[in-house]
């Protein structure tokens, strides 16, 4: 059993900053990749950025230069820096993990944390 608990969200007006993060809990597995999505209403859920084990990032283009994805692999956690935030970045956002676990990967999901940047 396989559970990512997420903390940071909140309301910050535009310009501001947030962290994100999301630790991996449970017994038998390995995390193969770490990565962010967000959904904001009316609009479908989109990824915001990933990471590997071995450190290789992805970004989406309307966050490049803005945002930093990073992991902590000892202690199974991801964390998403957002800087110059903008109304537009208002979203549900949500951790996901790819894991192996004992003998097969699965995709894990966090409960979501509202980001709310206000104008």
């Known amino acids: 059993q396989v559970q990512l608990v997420e903390s940071g969200g909140g309301l910050v007006q535009a310009g501001g900053s947030l962290r994100l993060s999301c630790a991996a809990s449970?017994?038998?597995?390995?995390?193969?990749?770490m990565g962010w999505f967000r959904q904001a209403p009316g609009k479908q859920r989109e990824l915001v950025a990933a990471?590997?084990?071995?450190?290789?990032?992805n970004y989406a283009d309307s966050v490049k230069g803005r945002f930093t994805i990073s992991i902590d692999s000892a202690k199974n956690t991801v964390y998403l820096q957002m800087n110059s935030l903008k109304p537009e970045d208002t979203a549900v956002y949500y951790c996901n993990a790819n894991m192996w676990v004992v003998g097969a990967t699965y995709d894990y999901w966090g409960q979501g944390t509202q980001v709310t940047v206000s104008s």
């Open positions: 449970g017994t038998s597995f390995r995390i193969n990749a």
């Open positions: 990471i590997s084990r071995a450190g290789n990032t």
